[in-house]
């Protein structure tokens, strides 16, 4: 099976990050896989490879670099120093090299060890962090007057590094609530929660049933990752053209086939 592939596309900005895959038939700098996932114990060592190319037709430098980072309520990523988070492997990282050089054309294999600590209480949750390649370039820009100003242009590819123990972990999820936004019956929102010891794939969505004629209406579901701990709000509104009346709307949580679904249910009345 094709592996998945980062690109980073190059156009005049600051930072931009890439942490999906993009058409691999646009120039830009192609990173292969996008996710390391480990499955060690205390004191035991994994290797693993990420290919670098230069897909451009100009000379680029990278500097390689690991960061914490968590998802927060709406599931955008939150960057910290690495090593601080108590979830973080940041630490447990060693990179083949963290700068390198590429001409057009070429390809860099980084080599990524991760040493688990002897520690048992990380035996037994999920630990992560993510590992950042970015390119150094500076350009030098001359205004209409002559005043010349110093850009720098990054681009960077995030790649996922997971580790999971070998064996069954904790998993666990709970819904913690389900509410109204507005006044106007439109828009509601869950709340759940990851407490279990790995990552869950989740998918919610809500029914709404008329309780005069039993019609049923599916909200189509919002799928999304949930860490260990990570607290998510998913937002829904209500269709526009839901007909006067009362109704039962019933939010679920699905986190897959081993766990049980998550409901709660409110009754509204549109007017």
């Not at 050089?101 to 999920?126: C, F, V, W, Y």
């Not at 260990?228 to 009362?246: H, S, T």
Request: glycine content about 4%; proline content about 5%.
């Amino acid at each position: 099976m094709k592996k998945p592939l980062a690109l980073a596309l190059f156009s005049i900005g600051l930072i931009h990050l890439v942490c999906a895959q993009q058409p691999e038939k646009q120039a830009g700098i192609a990173v292969r896989p996008v996710t390391l996932e480990y499955s060690l114990k205390s004191l035991q060592t994994g290797t693993q490879k990420v290919s670098i190319t230069n897909a451009l037709n100009e000379k680029k430098q990278f500097v390689v670099y690991v960061s914490d980072w968590r998802r927060d309520t709406t599931g955008a990523h939150v960057y910290t120093e690495p090593g601080k988070d108590p979830r973080s492997c940041a630490a447990w990282i060693q990179l083949s090299k963290n700068f390198f050089e590429l001409n057009p054309g070429e390809t860099e294999e980084l080599i990524i060890t991760m040493n688990h600590p002897a520690d048992s209480t990380r035996d037994k949750q999920m630990s992560w962090c993510m590992l950042f390649i970015e390119t150094i370039q500076e350009k030098m820009i001359t205004d209409t007057i002559g005043v010349t100003t110093t850009i720098t242009n990054k681009f960077r590819v995030g790649v996922h590094v997971y580790q999971n123990p070998p064996g069954e972990l904790k998993k666990e999820i709970k819904l913690l609530s389900f509410s109204q936004l507005d006044t106007a019956h439109r828009s509601y929102r869950i709340t759940c929660q990851n407490e279990g010891e790995t990552q869950l794939q989740c998918a919610s969505y809500l029914e709404i049933v008329s309780i005069e004629s039993g019609k049923k209406i599916k909200i189509e579901p919002k799928e999304f990752p949930l860490f260990p701990e990570q607290i998510r709000y998913i937002d829904f509104e209500m269709p526009m053209q839901l007909p006067v009346g009362k109704y039962m709307i019933t939010a679920i949580i699905d986190a897959g086939l081993d766990l049980a679904l998550e409901a709660a249910q409110l009754q509204i009345e549109i007017h």
